[in-house]
């Protein structure tokens, strides 16, 4: 368990019909930062990545992952770098208690974003350690349910459980006024690395922990990052997650439900997201 003793995260079952999105003034900032290189230690988790399945680049940190990693390293203390635009809500609250239920100690750095879920896992370290020019986001839960009057009004009275849940991690890890916490989520709030530090939600700064932006693969390195300016100018114009993973299929000629496919010529499929990304460009 946890060194600090943080309390388990209230679960909820998934709403029918529920899409989850990372906020898109994040996402597209975030789209424009380098791929870090995951950490090379035994004892690193690197989420640099969504929060859930990433149908984008076929990746995104899931719980299974978080699960996986930690199996691994067993009972031994463990660094969780964190470069996340957030996501899913319930996959940000299953990997918070995962760590925060890790025997070892469990230390978070914030190596450039953690926005949104990732402020979730976030919460479960011992210890929370912002970077160089990092940023945190916190803000209410964020998702779209379809259905009728019925199921949105059942979806109403669901998401401010969620966000009751939201802020009682939040107030379990920062020893905030639960006033304060929840007037943050209300105004979407953006902290710098200093005011993170200042409102309770990191310990301390760290002027010498920041993004490596170092890859092996540049090129792949640049079409994932054109393929993410694509998702964050579509989510900038209102545009659905659902409706933007259904686009980006039928222009590749294929299903939503599809598995990304590498064997498009790069050219081609590099060629594709420009085109998307100055067709949303303000």
Do not use: C
């Amino acid at each position: 368990m946890s060194l600090r003793n943080l309390p388990e995260a209230k679960t909820f079952q998934r709403p029918k019909n529920f899409q989850w999105d990372a906020p898109s003034d994040v996402l597209s900032s975030w789209a424009e930062t380098p791929r870090a290189a995951e950490g090379t230690a035994d004892n690193v988790i690197s989420i640099l990545d969504v929060i859930g399945e990433d149908w984008w680049t076929g990746g995104g940190f899931t719980a299974k992952r978080a699960s996986a990693a930690l199996r691994s390293i067993g009972e031994r203390d463990v660094v969780v770098q964190v470069n996340s635009p957030g996501g899913d809500m319930f996959e940000g609250i299953a990997i918070y208690n995962l760590l925060r239920a890790h025997k070892g100690k469990v230390t978070v750095q914030v190596m450039g974003w953690a926005a949104s879920a990732a402020s979730i896992i976030a919460m479960a370290g011992d210890e929370i350690v912002m970077g160089l020019g990092s940023f945190m986001m916190v803000h209410n839960a964020w998702g779209m349910v379809v259905g009728n009057r019925h199921d949105l009004a059942e979806a109403a009275v669901l998401f401010e459980g969620f966000d009751s849940a939201i802020a009682d991690i939040y107030e379990a890890r920062t020893g905030s006024d639960r006033k304060a916490i929840v007037k943050l989520m209300d105004g979407e709030t953006f902290m710098g690395a200093s005011d993170t530090v200042a409102n309770k939600f990191a310990d301390r700064v760290d002027e010498g922990l920041k993004l490596d932006g170092s890859t092996q693969n540049r090129a792949e390195d640049d079409h994932i990052r054109a393929k993410r300016r694509v998702d964050a100018a579509m989510a900038r114009d209102g545009m659905p997650r659902s409706e933007r993973r259904k686009m980006f299929a039928e222009m590749k000629g294929g299903t939503q439900d599809a598995a990304p496919t590498t064997t498009r010529a790069a050219g081609e499929d590099i060629m594709l997201t420009k085109q998307l990304i100055n067709l949303f460009k303000i």
